[in-house]
């Protein structure tokens, strides 16, 4: 009885000690969602879309992964997964690992074209084919 007695003061004035030390006015930052992060970031304006596109097109993977980025989260451009899947690919072909990274994320959450949300291969008319 006398132990669970000491426990209970000694976690008492643990917690005391906590709350004091603490600072009460500075609140910790709370952790922002990815939506809400770029809701803060600056967006993309047409001329720099018009930018990437041209070198994107032109088969600079960076830019690629970027246009993947700004179709997939809407940045500047209609959000569109098909498109941002097409994108990423271009530039995970080329070995950009921010967007061999992006494609895996959209393969985990069943994103991109319906035909690659399982992510398998499937043997069709004696080809392989992803489906």
């Given at each position: ?119 398998a291969l499937v043997l069709e008319g004696g080809k392989a084919r992803q489906r």
């Amino acid at each position: 009885m006398i132990t669970l007695f000491l426990y209970a003061v000694l976690g008492l004035a643990s917690a005391m000690a906590q709350t004091s030390t603490s600072p009460s006015s500075t609140p910790a930052p709370a952790m922002q969602t990815p939506q809400q992060e770029t809701a803060t970031k600056p967006r993309l304006t047409p001329s720099e879309i018009a930018d990437l596109k041209a070198k994107a097109e032109a088969g600079d993977p960076s830019a690629q992964e970027k246009l993947g980025k700004a179709y997939q989260d809407g940045d500047g451009i209609p959000q569109n997964d098909d498109l941002a899947w097409k994108w990423y690919r271009k530039a995970a072909d080329q070995g950009d690992a921010a967007a061999e990274n992006n494609l895996g994320i959209m393969y985990r959450l069943g994103e991109g074209p319906r035909q690659r949300r399982s992510g398998a291969l499937v043997l069709e008319g004696g080809k392989a084919r992803q489906r």
